[in-house]
């Protein structure tokens, strides 16, 4: 954290209230503070700041240091601290913390504000924008909205700085630039202007126009060597937690990822690999240890959650839960892609810096062909489909281990069913009852079963036949999109 002292110091030489500076004495109205909240994040992005700022304690004309008698803990709003009553009452893309500071003997308080990300900050649905030094509704001044709206198109959250004003050796202790390199499969450099060449043209560090360095999101989520050093992406390390049972009752394993993604990746797959019940092969003279599931899909999913979130979802981070008889993967956001078309659709992701670099570093399959991938390996261990949940902000993969037919869920069958059908199609294929047969480890003498769950697929508007007048036993199944 900055230093506060000299922060608020800064601030009150300015000669007025800005459009992202607020002072304040003693009032403590919640209602004015949401607004102004979301008043001063969208202000930041629209003038080009990182962040905005709100102080009590200060003469709002004079810029006189007054103190305040403001408690942030004993302020109650509807039987809420007000720190909790203001993130239920604006957008879930507000980002900000309040800090106490002494100056002088006298008590201050200072709010920091991040800058809107995505859509305008809101409170209670209602956007506001700062004219000066006063608090206006977004809406009555449509062109400075849509001049908004532009700057957050172009405002990604991975270009967005997460530390500033570096001298060149700053970058080096804070990022390990170890595994771009070996995964790149080019030699390490052997100066730091070397390194300073790939890194830049990548946009993981930037120069400034003072000569200094700032390292970017995109920098610091991959490459951070401990990722606390950077607050705007300290809390979307990445989360396991292991359970006795497949409730959530106890818990055996906890671990919370301290580095970068692309610095820890490899070590968290190992890990979790540790943590996953497995047997021992014996193949000729080669004895095997086998995962119960397939780390090549789990490896995927768990990428996917990493590279598809949403990093304007604030307080929120990509998590795994290890059960006993499935595995989940959440991060925030939900896809961008109708999920039953993420085999066949072209790919789109909201952090395309982040995914362009990840597949490039092989820390994940190729663009489009992830899912895939996902879904042949869990065929291939003859596993349910994975199964995918969507919240109002958040994306949950499952994937269950093995289970007898008997046991899976009807709607669980009918994904699996549905899932064949597109890998079958996109690989130039159709589905059969002996392949769907086959891929759900059912005996000839049960294809019974199979063609049940054909036709409730087919009714269920998931496959259609390929040629409805081919006779039953030539009979096979495309994706009803095909």
């Known amino acids: 954290m900055q230093n506060l002292e000299l922060l608020i110091k800064e601030l009150i030489k300015l000669p007025n209230e800005t459009e992202c500076v607020e002072f304040k004495h003693n009032n403590l109205d919640p209602e004015m503070i949401a607004s102004d909240i979301s008043a001063l994040a969208n202000s930041a992005t629209y003038r080009g700041k990182n962040q905005a700022y709100m102080v009590w304690g200060i003469h709002n004309e004079t810029h006189e240091i007054l103190g305040t008698n403001y408690n942030r803990f004993s302020k109650i709003v509807k039987n809420q601290e007000i720190g909790s009553w203001l993130k239920n009452t604006v957008s879930k893309n507000a980002d900000f913390d309040f800090y106490d500071v002494e100056i002088d003997a006298k008590k201050l308080v200072i709010l920091i ?110 490459f951070a060597k401990r990722i606390n050093d950077f607050p705007s992406v300290a809390r979307k390390a990445i989360r396991v937690v292991q359970y006795e049972d497949d409730t959530k009752l106890k818990i055996l394993k906890e671990y919370n990822g301290t580095k970068g993604y692309a610095v820890g990746f490899e070590g968290l797959m190992g890990f979790l690999e540790a943590l996953l019940p497995s047997e021992e092969v014996i193949t000729e003279t080669v004895r095997k240890t086998i995962t119960k599931y397939p780390m090549i899909a789990l490896r995927e999913i768990i990428a996917n959650a990493l590279i598809h979130q949403d990093f304007t979802i604030p307080g929120s981070s990509p998590l795994v839960e290890i059960f006993q008889s499935r595995i989940e993967v959440t991060n925030p956001g939900i896809p961008l892609v109708d999920i039953n078309r993420f085999i066949d659709n072209p790919p789109k992701s909201r952090n395309e810096a982040l995914s362009s670099l990840m597949r490039r570093l092989k820390m994940c399959e190729e663009l489009g062909s992830g899912w895939d991938r996902i879904v042949i390996e869990c065929e291939l261990k003859q ?100």
């Open 113 to 222: 504000i991040q800058k809107a990300i995505g859509q305008p900050v809101t409170s209670k649905k209602e956007a506001y924008i700062r004219i000066g030094s006063y608090t206006k509704p977004l809406k009555d001044y449509p062109s400075m909205e849509a001049q908004l709206w532009d700057k957050l198109r172009l405002n990604n959250f991975e270009k967005i700085e997460a530390k500033s004003d570096l001298q060149k050796s700053d970058i080096f202790q804070y990022l390990d630039f170890g595994c771009y390199f070996d995964l790149e499969n080019i030699p390490v450099p052997t100066n730091q202007d070397g390194i300073l060449h790939y890194i830049l043209e990548d946009d993981i560090v930037r120069k400034q126009d003072n000569g200094l360095y700032s390292i970017t999101n995109l920098g610091a989520i991959l």
């Open 383 to 482: 596993l349910p489909a994975p199964k995918i949940v969507l919240y109002e902000e958040n994306t949950k993969i499952i994937m269950f281990s093995e289970m007898p037919y008997a046991h899976i869920p009807h709607e669980e069958k009918l994904w699996s069913c549905y899932l064949h059908a597109c890998i079958k199609y996109v690989m130039g294929e159709r589905m059969t009852n002996l392949s769907l047969r086959s891929r759900m480890h059912i005996e000839e003498k049960n294809k019974a079963a199979i063609s049940r769950l054909i036709s409730e697929a087919i009714k269920e508007n998931l496959i259609k036949p390929f040629d409805k007048d081919t006779a039953p036993r030539y009979m096979s199944y495309i994706p009803v999109w095909a």
